[in-house]
């Protein structure tokens, strides 16, 4: 359950994320990047727990017993609630993983930003004192 269930909800979340935040990127250039970064990992979330709510669900009922096997799990919620049954409890979901998604994806694209910068400095640092190595030994 746990497999069928949260890899493909990775994939789709973290998948769209970056999909989402290049596109806004390009779309909102005079939108500060944590805010883009902010919004794609709200829409990432929405897009993975499309897939990822119906699969709780079905392991929930399972795990409860309210259910014996899988197949009969599934056709009890379709016969019972249709699509909706599957999604039993999707905006609580999103309301308990969203603040986390934001402050997760914000936090590593403004720590990895930073990075990116101190390295591009360190390499240019090196870079001028490699020169300056060079013309003084040229002398």
């Known amino acids: 359950g746990s497999l069928v269930g ?3 909800y990775g994939v789709l979340t973290f998948g769209s ?4 935040k290049e596109a806004l990127l390009k779309r909102l250039p005079n939108v500060k990047p944590a805010f883009v970064y902010a919004l794609s990992a709200i829409l990432g979330d929405i897009t993975g727990s499309g897939w990822l709510c119906p699969s709780e669900v079905l392991k929930q009922k399972l795990q409860a017993g309210m259910y014996s096997n899988t197949g009969e799990a599934l056709r009890g919620i379709w016969s019972k609630g249709g699509i909706g049954g599957f999604y039993e409890g999707y905006f609580g979901g999103l309301a308990r993983d969203i603040p ?4 997760q994806l914000t936090s590593y694209e403004v720590t ?7 390295k591009a400095r360190k390499m240019k640092a090196n870079a001028f004192n490699s020169e300056e190595r060079d013309a003084i030994s040229a002398e």
Request: proline fraction near 6%.
């Open 100 to 103: 986390f998604r934001v402050a």
């Open 17 to 20: 994320y970056e999909i989402y």
């Open 112 to 118: 990895k930003n930073f990075y990116l910068r101190m």
């Open 6 to 8: 949260q890899v493909p």
